[in-house]
């Protein structure tokens, strides 16, 4: 795959003396075929997202890679079809703690959603799925303010979910987390779902560089409705390095790929419950893990420590410092509670704590939008008579 810097830039009047060759090329193609022809453009130009998913549109074509086939892709990022995954290189998946008190709202709110759309495993729509899944990370999300944004849908114009529920949590504007809902699915079903997470990671990859956004790794999870499997995207090696998250218990020696919801109907709610916080927690990891790199690489930088370098410079460096204590006690407060230490709650705020300081001192030229005023706009007297 050739280096971003190297595609060609695509004008006006390239697009039109590219698109007959394009027209003829996707004219004879099956779905799963054109997927790829897709890939393979954003390998070679630097198109805008936009204008191809309006061309694609408007001829009709619906591309979500949803056919995709890993046997087609696992070469794009180094790695053997016929070993199904077995050649990936994994990296370790890490929880970072939040407070109980937090989690129990968390609980509360799925709660609320259970109780207007039923239980998990009677999800058969794809908006009863999302409905189910927002809530594990609705409040963790918020945390990081406007830093971190939660964009439902699609990353391109027309292409489409089918049936799947998808999430971009974008960091400083740049994907850094994609989530995949979709039925429960085994053996080369299965495998292939993983191909449509390569894909879909492809084109934030691709998007994130264009954009100039921060640096990352992009982390894919796939979720059945049962289990959460974890995976990284590195678009900066050659090809593009994919790798498969293991989650290392502490009262076990073997790792797991796989973090397991336990039996809603079963006998106790209550393992329903503790199965979920891992859950979260990984998310949190996840995108704590890419602000804290974005505070240190974001692109913008140069930019507003040009027009305020007295000010902006210290504000970016707090920002890092302080959210990487936030990450280093997140972490430290999930592994004192695995020790069964009542200190964890406690170093779980202080990590909160730091967060909210880095957020702060993140250079108000480049702040996206303020706290929400809303709650601070409540008029008890007002509101009791309106």
Not at 63 to 69: L, P, T, Y
Not at 336 to 359: F, G, I
Request: net charge negative.
């Amino acid at each position: 795959m050739p280096p971003r810097q190297q595609r060609c830039k695509l004008t006006s009047e390239d697009q039109l003396t590219h698109q007959s060759a394009f027209d003829s090329e996707i004219s004879s193609q099956c779905t799963a075929e054109l997927e790829l022809i897709v890939l393979h453009l954003l390998d070679d130009y630097d198109f805008d997202l936009d204008d191809l998913g309006h061309i694609l549109l408007e001829k009709g074509l619906n591309i979500n890679f949803s056919e995709v086939k890993y046997r087609d892709i696992a070469p794009r990022v180094g790695l053997e079809h016929t070993c199904a995954g077995a050649d990936m290189k994994t990296f370790d998946v890490h929880r970072a703690r939040i407070p109980t008190a937090m989690f129990k709202e968390i609980v509360q709110d799925l709660e609320i959603g259970m109780n207007q759309y039923g239980e998990p495993l009677n999800h058969s729509n794809m908006e009863a799925r999302s409905r189910f899944l927002a809530p594990l990370f609705n409040r963790t999300v918020s945390l990081f303010k406007s830093s971190v944004c939660n964009t439902p849908g699609s990353i391109m114009p027309g292409m489409t979910t089918r049936g799947r529920v998808e999430y971009y949590f974008s960091v400083f504007g740049g994907v850094s987390v994609l989530v995949i809902e979709m039925l429960l699915r085994t053996g080369e079903e299965r495998v292939d779902a993983i191909a449509q997470i390569i894909a879909k990671c492809n084109v934030c990859d691709f998007s994130n560089n264009r954009l100039d956004c921060p640096s990352f790794p992009i982390f894919g999870i796939l979720c059945d409705g049962v289990a959460f499997e974890f995976f990284s995207f590195d678009g900066s090696t050659s090809p593009p390095t994919f790798s498969r998250g293991v989650f290392r218990p502490p009262d076990s020696n073997k790792p797991r790929q796989k973090i397991a919801l336990a039996d809603y109907r079963g006998s106790s709610n209550i393992d329903f419950i503790c199965s979920l916080r891992p859950i979260c927690e990984v998310l949190f990891y996840f995108l704590l893990l890419d602000y804290e790199t974005g505070t240190k690489t974001n692109p913008l930088r140069p930019i507003v420590e040009a027009n305020c370098p007295q000010r902006s410079m210290p504000g970016w460096n707090e920002a890092h410092n302080f959210a990487n204590q936030a990450l280093i006690h997140a972490m430290d407060a999930a592994a004192k509670a695995a020790a069964r230490d009542c200190a964890a709650d406690e170093v779980s705020k202080l990590a909160l704590d730091y967060l909210q300081q880095s957020l702060a001192a993140i250079p108000a030229s480049y702040k996206g939008n303020p706290d929400s005023v809303l709650m601070s706009s409540w008029d008890e007297e007002r509101v009791k008579f309106c």
